[in-house]
């Protein structure tokens, strides 16, 4: 049964800042079939994900064969305890290697882990050793540690599927690969990205929350997104543009501070309009670098955010029609 969570609840799991969002198997599958004929002879790293439980690691394991992969390698973070009383049995991060064959676990236990000398951060040396054996990441990393970890992707030029909060894509690390077509998102985000589940200490919040048949506690942000450097369908796609510019000119406001014209909605692009647009963010979803440049992300000339007599839309991205600046030159 779903319920509302109250506001009361939203703020304080922003102030705990919790990492511990595990991804629905359905979601995962939603998302990667949009991308399999590009796994194959890859080598696969779930640099977040306890090979035991995560479901990206279960799905790897489960199609290996079909995706054509040569290697599956699964990571976690496991906070090390220096103290004599501990006696949860973890000693420290872990991780699994599966090649597929006959005599492996699919799923491993609790004897085919390997522990690391350290906690298993990805940051730790150990961790990156793996992943340079990599040819492609898929995980939902820790939200709080995003800028890091896609930092570390890109440094690295690993292929990638990230699940990451809509937000990110408004960080400056992170605007910018998309700006310069490094980066871009996946299929799915919002209402797409169908929930997660976490754990039973963890307080329920989100615009829905339920408990599953067998008695998962799925949480509903509806502010997720898929990021990727793997290429994707909808990408390739045109925006269908309907709108004119010329003859309807009071519809689109001028900024104060920029040359520019303001467009609340995607679909409200002119498709005649060869100079500079601001669009929501949302416009990501639908870009496509062959159709659209992306000139540069919420603030007009004097760098402060863009305004329409003298007030502040929602967060605008600049863009300019390539093919009606083609047919202007």
């Not at 506690?217 to 997720?224: E, F, M, V």
Request: hydrophobic share 35%; with cysteine.
């Amino acid at each position: 049964m779903a319920r509302k969570a109250s506001n009361t609840l939203l703020q304080k799991a922003k102030r705990l800042k919790s990492d511990e969002f595990y991804t629905l198997l359905s979601d995962i599958e939603r998302e990667l079939q949009h991308y399999a004929c590009q796994f194959r002879g890859k080598v696969v790293y779930c640099n977040c994900d306890d090979p035991r439980s995560s479901n990206f690691y279960r799905y790897f394991a489960e199609h290996f064969h079909d995706l054509g992969l040569k290697k599956l390698i699964a990571s976690c973070y496991c906070e090390q305890h220096n103290t004599l009383f501990d006696v949860s049995g973890e000693t420290g991060g872990f991780y699994y290697i599966y090649h597929g064959t006959t005599e492996e676990n699919t799923i491993p236990t609790d004897a085919d882990i390997h522990y690391f000398n350290s906690d298993g951060d990805f940051r730790s040396s150990e961790s990156i050793s793996l992943l340079m054996q990599a040819d492609v990441v898929v995980t939902n990393p820790p939200f709080s540690l995003f800028r890091e970890y896609i930092s570390q992707l890109v440094r690295f030029e690993k292929q990638f599927l990230i699940i990451g909060n809509i937000n990110a894509i408004t960080y400056k690390e992170v605007f910018h690969l998309i700006k310069e077509n490094k980066v871009w998102l996946g299929v799915n985000l919002g209402r797409g990205i169908s929930g997660f589940s976490v754990p039973d200490h963890y307080e329920l919040y989100g615009t829905e929350v339920r408990v599953d048949e067998q008695g998962n506690r799925i949480i509903s942000p509806n502010n997720c997104l898929w990021l990727t450097n793997m290429d994707n369908f909808q990408r390739n796609e045109d925006i269908v543009l309907t709108k004119r510019y010329v003859g309807n000119e009071i519809s689109y406001q001028k900024y104060d501070n920029y040359d520019g014209i303001n467009v609340n909605r995607t679909q409200d692009i002119p498709m005649d309009y060869s100079g500079f647009m601001g669009v929501p963010i949302t416009f990501l979803h639908k870009f496509n670098p062959n159709q659209f440049e992306i000139v540069k992300f919420r603030k007009g000339d004097d760098d402060k955010d863009l305004s329409i007599n003298g007030k502040c839309p929602y967060f605008r991205i600049l863009i300019r029609n390539r093919r009606v600046c083609q047919d202007v030159i």
